[in-house]
T-cell receptor, first 117, second 107 residues
């Protein structure tokens, strides 16, 4: 079974530039998450989708970050304009979340490492 | 904020059992305990989860105390490849990761 695919794996940009990350979840997984992981910290949720609808985006900095999942499958996370503090690994995860028991079982991609200079 | 407390780091000799503790004193009756690990430069990987009974799979064992206020993840024969950050999570909405325990397996 193919895992969660993310691209690009690495990206270096200047501050105030824009960047986009792409995620293809595991086939059939209705729930998709974007996490931000700053060096030395645990992953922090940015946004959660259920199919193509947003479930939680309370921690997404909406003045510069946007995310979409138009057809309920692939998702794109965009940052515009980027700041130095956006340097982090951006992780995409997906889950089936069919029962209350497995709502915590997420499958993560390898992440996209962003460096803002 | 994370609902769990873990030691920041632990060492374990290769081939020995690694016992990683986690406190979750505010857990409610129907909340599961999940464990993940994150090897350097990779995304987190699900290990195991449990409610109140002890659980075992091919990766690890999970021991949950009777009062459910703490648990221990056991890697029975740690290898160098088990060196990683281990996260104990009580799923909330959203799923919150703390800083985890950095386990170093030493040859």
């Amino acid at each position: 079974e193919a895992g969660v695919a993310q691209s690009p794996r690495y990206k270096i940009i200047e501050k105030r530039q824009s960047v986009a990350f792409w995620c293809n979840p595991i086939s059939g997984h209705a729930t998709l998450y974007w996490y931000q992981q700053i060096l030395g910290q645990g992953p922090k949720l940015l946004i959660q989708f259920q199919n193509n609808g947003v479930v939680d985006d309370s921690q997404l900095p909406k003045d510069r970050f946007s995310a979409e999942r138009l057809k309920g499958v692939d998702s794109t996370l965009k940052i515009q304009p980027a700041k130095l503090e956006d340097s982090a690994v951006y992780l995409c995860a997906s889950s089936q979340a069919r029962t209350s028991e497995n709502t915590g079982e997420l499958f993560f991609g390898e992440g996209s490492r962003l460096t803002v200079l | 904020d994370a609902k769990t407390t873990q030691p920041p780091s632990m060492d374990c000799a290769e081939g020995r059992a690694a016992n990683l503790p986690c406190n979750h004193s505010t857990i409610s009756g129907n909340e599961y305990v999940y464990w993940y690990r994150q090897i350097h430069s990779q995304g987190p990987q699900y290990i195991i989860h449990g409610l109140k009974n002890n659980e075992t799979n091919e990766m690890a064992s999970l021991i949950i105390t009777e009062d459910r206020k703490s648990s221990t993840l056991i890697l029975p024969h740690a290898t160098l490849r088990d060196t990683a950050v281990y996260y104990c999570i009580v799923p909330n909405t959203p799923l919150v990761f703390g800083k985890g325990t950095r386990l170093s397996v030493i040859a």
